[in-house]
């Protein structure tokens, strides 16, 4: 059975810092693509930042660049998305996704959430100002 547990949100003031943590089960982390995705209350789902756990590569939503960062830990088998320089506008449940299939060269933030096939439950991250 593949997992996908998110944990790490919260409540924070405007320019605080969290770090939200995906920890995978069930599967060879090894060679997937992984993003963390977004969805506020009446919005669509939104990619935030991807990572390909092969070697590392990573890409960002232009809303984010700068401010957030994806790592993995493949000891852990575990994503991590550490947010810094928080907006009120970052409010949402954030998730996490696995892409088994997809390779490095289309791992990227564009690539869209049907393309996802596991994901976490989400983890709610609230800024205020």
């Known amino acids: 059975l593949v997992q996908l547990v998110e944990s790490g949100g919260g409540s924070v003031q405007a320019g605080g810092t969290l770090r939200l943590s995906c920890a995978a089960s069930?599967?060879?982390?090894?060679?997937?693509?992984m993003g963390w995705f977004r969805q506020a209350p009446g919005g669509e789902r939104e990619a935030v930042a991807d990572?390909?756990?092969?070697?590392?590569?990573?890409d960002y939503a232009d809303s984010v660049k700068g401010r957030f960062t994806i790592s993995q830990d493949n000891a852990k088998n575990t994503l991590y998305l550490q947010m810094n320089s928080l907006k009120p506008e970052d409010t949402a449940m954030y998730y996490c996704?696995?892409?088994?299939?997809?390779?490095?060269?289309?791992?990227?933030?564009?690539?869209?959430?049907?393309?996802?096939?596991?994901w976490g439950q989400g983890t709610q991250v609230t800024v205020s100002s």
């Open positions: 069930g599967y060879i982390y090894s060679n997937i693509c």
């Open positions: 990572l390909y756990t092969g070697d590392g590569s990573t």
């Open positions: 996704a696995a892409a088994l299939y997809v390779g490095r060269s289309v791992c990227r933030a564009t690539l869209p959430p049907v393309r996802f096939s596991r």
